[in-house]
């Protein structure tokens, strides 16, 4: 409960470590600095007593924070905190009510919380929702099975060079015509981080990404019973820029997959001209064939001078 007669003593803990900016952190320092509330990075040796703590997490595979915490309320927020390990397997569930309200989420994220990270660099979401409901991934049952949009581009970005979106399926929205001409008209360097749904790639969508400011464009194959090599030529020949090194396939292994289908994905799109990067599920516990895989593909200079992955373990 806030204490409506005194300004509060706020802290806030990154679980994740500071490698990319937690969202829900700078908007929840946002708010309280609105609201006239002291906030800083909680350091249990030299913060003192406080308020109240919030702890984030993107990752659930993250370990916890155990040390000690002085504080009134201690809130934790994230999405690694809405996915749960059941019976030690990865069944992934929401808890709804650990999503921010509605005042703080839409609000321009404090971004002097990462100076380094965020120089002249905007990130957010501007869909939320995705319709795939892929096994592996928790946007379904965090989000829904609708990719929505849920803000304005200039909710976050106020003239940055740069802009790091985290939308899982911007093109599974049906505004996603409004939302590319909002990125466009932007003219920052737009970086889709969470990679773009290739099957939605249709030539009209492409021609907008034509338009943009792309340094490389992340999409994503990783189901491997569906084929989507049609889709992949497709964008290819609609895409305006060539270069294998602008146009990245994040490939999921290690997860309903054989090694067979695992290098179909990645023969097929080295020969159509992606970049391949490997991404192993469950990393801690898989075998070292992943691991090979993983190195073979996304150590570039590998890449380039051993064309066979059976040249590359042998
Ligand atoms: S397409 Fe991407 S965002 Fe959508 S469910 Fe699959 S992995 Fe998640």
């Given at each position: 409960?806030?204490?409506?007669?005194?300004n509060?003593?706020?802290?806030?803990?990154?679980?994740?470590?500071?490698?990319?900016?937690?969202?829900?952190?700078?908007?929840?320092?946002?708010?309280?600095?609105?609201?006239?509330?002291?906030?800083?990075?909680?350091?249990p040796?030299?913060?003192?007593?406080?308020?109240?703590?919030?702890?984030?997490?993107?990752?659930?595979?993250?370990?916890?924070?155990?040390?000690?915490?002085?504080?009134?309320?201690?809130i934790?927020?994230?999405?690694?905190y809405?996915?749960?390990?059941?019976d030690?397997?990865?069944?992934?569930?929401a808890?709804?009510?650990?999503?921010?309200?509605?005042?703080?989420?839409?609000?321009?994220?404090?971004?002097?919380?990462?100076?380094?990270?965020?120089?002249?660099?905007?990130?957010?979401?501007?869909?939320r929702?995705?319709?795939?409901?892929?096994?592996?991934?928790?946007?379904?049952?965090?989000?829904g099975?609708?990719?929505?949009?849920?803000?304005?581009?200039?909710?976050f970005?106020?003239?940055?060079?740069?802009?790091?979106?985290?939308?899982?399926?911007t093109?599974?929205?049906?505004?996603?015509?409004?939302?590319?001409?909002q990125?466009?008209?932007?003219?920052?360097?737009?970086?889709?981080?969470?990679?773009i749904?290739?099957?939605?790639?249709?030539?009209?969508?492409?021609?907008?990404?034509n338009?943009?400011?792309?340094?490389?464009?992340?999409?994503?194959?990783?189901?491997?019973?569906?084929?989507?090599?049609?889709?992949?030529?497709?964008?290819?020949?609609?895409?305006?820029?060539?270069?294998?090194?602008?146009k990245?396939?994040?490939?999921?292994?290690?997860?309903?997959?054989?090694?067979?289908q695992?290098?179909?994905?990645?023969?097929?799109?080295?020969?159509?001209?992606?970049?391949?990067?490997?991404?192993?599920?469950?990393?801690?516990h898989a075998?070292?064939?992943?691991?090979?895989?993983?190195?073979?593909?996304?150590n570039?200079?590998?890449w380039?001078?051993?064309?066979?992955?059976?040249?590359?373990i042998?």
């Open positions: 409960m806030r204490n409506l007669l005194k509060m003593k706020i802290g806030l803990i990154d679980i994740d470590g500071h490698h990319f900016p937690n969202l829900p952190l700078m908007k929840l320092s946002a708010w309280h600095k609105r609201q006239g509330d002291t906030v800083e990075w909680y350091q040796m030299f913060s003192g007593h406080m308020d109240r703590v919030y702890m984030s997490k993107v990752f659930s595979f993250t370990t916890d924070y155990t040390d000690c915490i002085n504080a009134d309320e201690i934790k927020c994230g999405s690694g809405c996915i749960d390990l059941v030690g397997k990865e069944i992934y569930y808890k709804r009510d650990s999503l921010l309200p509605a005042e703080i989420e839409h609000i321009y994220p404090d971004y002097s919380l990462y100076p380094e990270l965020t120089i002249d660099t905007a990130f957010g979401f501007l869909t929702g995705c319709p795939r409901g892929c096994e592996f991934c928790h946007v379904a049952a965090k989000e099975r609708c990719s929505n949009k849920v803000a304005n581009l200039r909710e970005w106020d003239g940055q060079g740069k802009i790091m979106l985290c939308d899982p399926n093109f599974a929205c049906r505004d996603w015509e409004d939302i590319l001409g990125l466009i008209e932007s003219r920052a360097i737009i970086d889709f981080t969470q990679g749904d290739v099957r939605l790639a249709t030539p009209e969508r492409i021609e907008m990404l338009r943009m400011r792309i340094r490389r464009m992340h999409l994503a194959w990783d189901q491997p019973d569906q084929d989507l090599t049609e889709d992949f030529k497709r964008f290819s020949e609609c895409y305006s820029r060539k270069s294998e090194t602008r990245v396939v994040y490939v999921l292994v290690n997860f309903n997959s054989t090694i067979e695992d290098l179909y994905r990645i023969y097929t799109l080295r020969d159509l001209r992606f970049d391949p990067y490997v991404m192993i599920y469950d990393k801690k075998a070292q064939i992943y691991r090979d895989m993983q190195r073979w593909v996304n570039r200079i590998i380039r001078s051993c064309k066979r992955f059976e040249d590359y042998a």
